[in-house]
């Protein structure tokens, strides 16, 4: 089971308290993740990614293993230790302004 960590508001829409467990099968990619967030939560369709383009919002950053995983091809494996679900995938809404 892989383990994800979604922002607050991006709880309150899937309506989960804390982290989520997902199957995503034997290849382990941020693609097949987000695949797999949207299936079981309809409602998230369209906040981590462009509906139409399927590229990653701007405000939506996702890390793992104290890696930044942003700008990785959506296809690449996810670290091994998220894989088997030692650590969590972290979602979290970038911020702007200063």
């Not at 982290?19 to 693609?31: C, F, I, N, Q, S």
């Not at 919002?57 to 894989?83: G, K």
Request: aromatic share 4%; proline share 8%.
């Amino acid at each position: 089971m892989i383990r994800v960590v979604l922002p607050a508001h991006l709880k309150t829409l899937a309506k989960v308290g804390g982290e989520v467990e997902l199957d995503v099968g034997p290849e382990v990619t941020l693609r097949r993740v987000i695949d797999a967030l949207e299936e079981l939560y309809p409602a998230l369709r369209g906040t981590i990614r462009d509906r139409a383009t399927g590229r990653r919002r701007s405000f939506v950053r996702f890390y793992a293993c104290e890696e930044d995983l942003s700008n990785d091809s959506p296809d690449a494996p996810l670290p091994e230790p998220v894989a088997r679900g030692a650590q969590p995938l972290l979602v979290v809404g970038a911020m702007a302004g200063g």
